[in-house]
């Protein structure tokens, strides 16, 4: 049986709406002879189907064996064009490419006037829109067409469309550096996580500034400092910089307040920058202030000014839920994590075609800490599983690391002694294997081990003893990130006052938003 995530064709139906299929049928009725075609008797069954099936088609007789891939190949054409067609996809970006597109066909028919009018529109929208990879092409087509129709103004015109493409070349060279840092340095945060060490600290720094262009920000557009600010966000999260983190997520978001009008043109970006400046929140525990830019993203998202689609709805279900788990972590309310449990799993399962494995594991973690808040430790395990169980699984090596550590203590809470010892040989292998053994780690499974040897009346001084120990490695900059995904400090003194987890966290973040916060410097600040 074929996989339906492997065949792109089905996946394409599945996303259609009620109005883009009728859009389709009435634009495939208006090519006449074909109201009865195969491609459109192909189209009804794949649309029936529950998932993707190639010995059932066939068995409807609409096209052999031989044929089948063609006609997949021409139904999937004719999908796309009818999508296109439609005025919800016509964005600003696929807009001027229509124009683009008017403008060559005038073109080849040799009314030369006529395209250079529609072209000089294009451009202006173009730039204006910040879409300057388009506008350079439309400059390089005016240039062609220029070359072709004579007149007594070529002068002038040669003069401002080779300032035109000078200044283009410029700007599209400088955010391909900006962008191509940014991409690098955000799969390097995807691969393995932060810098585990001084020497890895220094290789990301160097690459970071060797590889950083120089400019003057202040004469920057909005793309060049959009760019400018996701590089300097990854690059923070890598050397566990968080409040820098958070202060150019700050400016990311702030680039979108100052021209709310790149928020409809650039929404996955406004997402994204929101979800970043959330996390960073996260990491330097403002709960106050997580909550004030958590719900401003919620009522941007819900206006009816925001771009709405497959994709962008996935994305908010995505940031939405994650950053509410992190909220209500952060509190220790795990009783009203634990009723938004149901609503994230049916979300995973309505947008499954839409959101990564990875982030679907992500949420498997957190409704596993959910879980192991409220001491429902076998539940709690069910959800690690998934990610343990996952052979395939392309995940963070630090998240995979922690969910192991996790595991035990969750097995050692649920009274699983019997299954102890091999799963502490497991996480022993797992985590030499995957290069990641901390000293918080090899502490913690030293400590789960000789748990079993320890009596009743000695276990609080045990706890307490490990608690010392590990104390000491919360302001490490490279074991502090072990607190960041398991709150193992936290269970501890639990376990040494005889009170819930969630009670503990609650109680610490009322410290948290008595704490005194730092302030953002201005943007026009310099950077370097």
């Not at 389709?24 to 009725?29: D, E, M, Q, R």
């Not at 029936?48 to 068995?59: G, V």
């Amino acid at each position: 049986m074929t996989n339906e995530q492997k065949d792109n064709l089905f996946l394409l139906i599945k996303t259609l709406t009620k109005s883009e299929k009728r859009q389709f049928k009435l634009f495939v009725g208006r090519m006449g002879s074909n109201s009865d075609s195969k491609f459109l008797n192909l189209f009804n069954v794949m649309d029936k189907s529950e998932r993707y099936d190639e010995s059932a088609i066939l068995k409807k007789g609409i096209v052999s064996k031989q044929q089948l891939s063609n006609l997949k190949a021409h139904l999937y054409k004719q999908i796309l064009i009818s999508l296109r067609l439609n005025p919800i996809h016509k964005n600003a970006r696929v807009q001027i490419r229509e124009q683009l597109d008017f403008a060559t066909i005038l073109y080849q028919k040799g009314l030369y006037r006529q395209s250079l009018k529609i072209l000089e529109k294009a451009k202006q929208s173009a730039q204006k829109q910040g879409e300057k990879y388009v506008a350079f092409e439309i400059v390089e087509f005016e240039k062609l067409i220029e070359s072709q129709y004579i007149t007594r103004s070529l002068s002038n015109r040669t003069a401002s469309l080779v300032a035109d493409a000078e200044n283009l070349i410029a700007c599209n060279v400088l955010s391909s550096q900006l962008s191509n840092l940014s991409l690098r340095l955000y799969e390097k945060l995807i691969k393995a996580g932060y810098a585990k060490s001084d020497e890895e600290f220094r290789d990301i720094t160097k690459f970071f500034y060797e590889n950083l262009p120089k400019f003057n920000l202040d004469e920057a557009d909005f793309r060049e400092k959009l760019w400018y600010n996701k590089a300097h966000v990854w690059y923070s999260f890598l050397t566990q910089d968080f409040l820098s983190s958070y202060k150019y997520a700050s400016k990311w978001v702030e680039l979108f307040e100052q021209q709310p009008e790149m928020i409809s043109l650039n929404p996955v970006f406004f997402l994204k920058g929101n979800h970043y400046l959330l996390e960073s929140l996260a990491l330097i525990k403002y709960p106050e202030k997580f909550k004030e830019v958590l719900n401003n993203m919620v009522v941007r998202t819900q206006s009816e000014t925001f771009p709405s689609n497959e994709n962008i709805d996935s994305l908010i279900f995505l940031y939405h839920f994650s950053n509410r788990f992190n909220l209500l972590f952060m509190e220790g309310d795990f009783d009203v994590a634990l009723k938004m449990v149901p609503e994230v799993l049916s979300g995973i399962d309505k947008y499954k075609n839409r959101i990564d494995p990875h982030h679907v594991m992500v949420f498997y973690y957190k409704i596993a800490c959910v879980y192991f808040g409220i001491g429902d430790y076998e539940t709690c395990i069910l959800f690690l599983n998934k990610i343990v169980g996952n052979r395939h699984l392309k995940m963070r090596e630090d998240l995979l690391c922690f969910t192991r550590v996790l595991n035990l203590v969750a097995h050692y809470e649920a009274g699983f002694d019997y299954h102890l010892d091999t799963h502490l040989r497991e996480t022993f292998k797992f985590l030499i294997k995957m290069d990641d053994l901390h000293e918080v780690q090899k502490a913690m499974i030293r400590f789960v081990k000789k748990l079993s040897n320890i009596y009743p009346h000695e276990l609080k001084a045990a706890f307490k003893e490990f608690h010392k120990e590990l104390s000491v490695f919360e302001s490490d900059p490279y074991e502090r990130r072990s607190f960041l995904y398991l709150d193992i400090l936290s269970w501890l003194e639990s376990r040494i006052e005889n009170r819930s987890v969630a009670s503990i966290i609650k109680e610490k973040a009322k410290q948290l938003n008595r704490k005194e916060r730092p302030t953002i410097k201005a943007y026009s600040e310099p950077e370097l």
